[in-house]
């Protein structure tokens, strides 16, 4: 089965604009989760969906949104962005009653 | 305040010698713990975990030992080799499965020297 997949590898914004990112979860997942891991630091939690609803968001500003469709898969919204969301962002799924997350490869985030 | 920490940015093993990376937590609702390896431009990888009722779990060359009245928990790999140098992060979870996140200490790079 495919790991989790996350769209784009890389991308370059610049302050002030808005960034959309996108993950597939592995097959047969219904939870995944986001997070944000800055140089130096492990990864921090933003949120997590199960079955297309909230069910925990971490400290982050409400510029941070998320969704997650009928497949499961999700997208990661930031608003008005600010040189300090420059980080990696890391996306990752989990099977119902584990404890397990999967991760993705991340997307690489830079904002000038 | 940071609940899960990792005080040794990095270590350095000789190949075939046993790495042994320690973290520390300081929320007594901890009820699972997993360790995850991470090389550079991928995403962690999940490579043994540890329920809070157990005190050791092992799998091939990686064993975790968790002590919950010193709130501590350490992953051993025996032998050490030079595939295992990357970074090593300690994670907890509150809740579990579709209910949980995960909290992380900041990482511990390992160096396997052959």
């Known amino acids: 089965d495919a790991g989790v997949t996350q769209s784009p590898t890389h991308l370059i914004k610049t302050r002030g604009q808005q960034v959309t990112l996108r993950c597939s979860p592995i097959?047969?997942?219904?939870?995944v989760s986001w997070y944000q891991q800055v140089l130096g630091q492990g990864p921090q939690f933003i949120f997590q969906y199960y079955e297309k609803e909230e069910r925990g968001r971490g400290n982050f500003p409400d510029r941070f949104s998320a969704r997650q469709f009928p497949n499961y898969s999700s997208e990661l919204n930031v608003n008005a962005l600010l040189l300090g969301d420059s980080a990696l962002y890391l996306c990752?799924?989990?099977?119902?009653?584990?404890?397990?997350?999967?991760f993705g490869p991340g997307t690489r985030l830079t904002v000038t | 305040d940071q609940q899960v920490k990792q005080n040794s940015p990095s270590l350095s093993v000789q190949e075939g010698r046993i790495s042994i990376l320690n973290c520390d937590y300081t929320n007594s609702m901890f009820d699972y713990f997993l360790w995850y390896k991470k090389y550079p431009a991928e995403g962690p990888t999940f490579l043994i975990s540890?329920?809070?009722?157990?005190d050791k779990n092992e799998d091939g060359r990686f064993t975790v030992f968790l002590n919950k009245s010193a709130k501590h928990l350490s992953l051993h790999i025996v032998p050490s080799q030079p595939g295992d140098s990357a970074v090593y992060f300690c994670?907890?979870?509150?809740?579990?499965?579709?209910?949980?996140?995960?909290?992380f200490g900041k990482g511990t790079k390992l160096s396997v020297k052959p």
């Open positions: 994670a907890a979870s509150l809740y579990g499965g579709s209910q949980g996140n995960l909290i």
């Open positions: 097959s047969g997942h219904k939870s």
């Open positions: 990752a799924s989990t099977r119902d009653s584990s404890y397990e997350q999967y």
């Open positions: 540890i329920s809070s009722i157990k």
